[in-house]
């Protein structure tokens, strides 16, 4: 039977710069610095503490928490494509869905029925609209004045409040136990969201070896992934007591057999200066 840890396996922990990048890049432009010069000057500052929002960029690896990338989080994305947020550096007090409604009809022309108005955060509201002339002629003029309010509209994208940082050291990965089935699925909730997996051994798809359970994965610190994990399984309805949800749990352990650290890579083009440069085409 394996050890929870593999004698010869070596851990690599990343580094700080290895992991968020420094909070200049997570938090808002300060009014003098230079991404800040090249924003439209019509822009109003986004109004603390609801867009300032305070980012601890020394926080350990096991804070993160890895999702893959979902078919509905896709299709969220698509229907998000004529989006814009909306926030006002103003008195809030009397702001409402409402009020937005009756700003795009009355300073756009954008009859209530071709818009739909949530609430969000940090800003103050998601718009989705049903046309895309509307939300490109919102682009155009972002800013308007209504009942002594200034709102603020700019284009919705994902990055939006986002820190990139790359998963940058390799692991392979061994899970011994006796569940009754080894899923994806159930494998991923029991690496608690530590890292990405990318490929699973052919012996264990095929299910040639039931042994274990092995798989190549990708993660921001091996010293994140748990060594043992225990995992209820519920039984079946039939055998549950009213209000007593019964399982079955079995102990599993993880084994990492290796790990390989990959050296930083170029930032993304949207932390860089030509993000901000075009910030004002997103409209369009």
Request: charged share 25%; proline share 8%.
């Amino acid at each position: 039977m394996l050890s929870p840890r593999l004698p010869e396996a070596r851990l690599v922990r990343a580094g700080p710069s290895r992991l968020p990048l420094s909070a200049s890049r997570a938090l808002p432009p300060s009014a003098s610095s230079p991404v800040a010069a090249l924003a439209p000057a019509a822009w109003p500052r986004p109004a603390p503490p609801r867009l300032e929002v305070s980012v601890d960029m020394e926080s350990e690896p096991a804070e993160l928490c890895v999702v893959r990338r979902s078919r509905a989080m896709a299709e969220l994305e698509g229907r998000l494509h004529n989006a814009m947020v909306v926030y006002v550096d103003d008195d809030r007090s009397e702001l409402s869905s409402e009020l937005v409604l009756q700003a795009l009809q009355e300073k756009r022309g954008i009859a209530p029925d071709r818009v739909s108005v949530h609430r969000y955060s940090p800003e103050d509201f998601l718009v989705v609209f049903a046309r895309q002339e509307d939300r490109v002629g919102v682009g155009l003029q972002p800013v308007l004045e209504f009942r002594g309010l200034r709102v603020a509209f700019r284009r919705w994208i994902r990055q939006n409040q986002a820190v990139f940082a790359a998963l940058r050291t390799r692991v392979s990965l061994e899970l011994e136990g006796t569940p009754p089935a080894w899923e994806l699925e159930v494998v991923e909730s029991l690496l608690g969201g530590s890292c990405f997996i990318e490929s699973i051994a052919s012996e264990t798809s095929l299910r040639s070896d039931l042994a274990s359970f092995k798989l190549i994965a990708w993660t921001a610190d091996p010293e994140t992934i748990p060594t043992r994990r225990w995992l209820a399984v519920l039984e079946p309805e039939e055998q549950r007591e009213a209000f007593l949800p019964k399982t079955l749990q079995y102990r599993v352990l993880i084994h990492l057999a290796a790990v390989t650290s990959f050296p930083d890579g170029e930032e993304p083009w949207f932390l860089t200066g030509a993000f901000f440069r075009e910030r004002s085409e997103w409209c369009a």
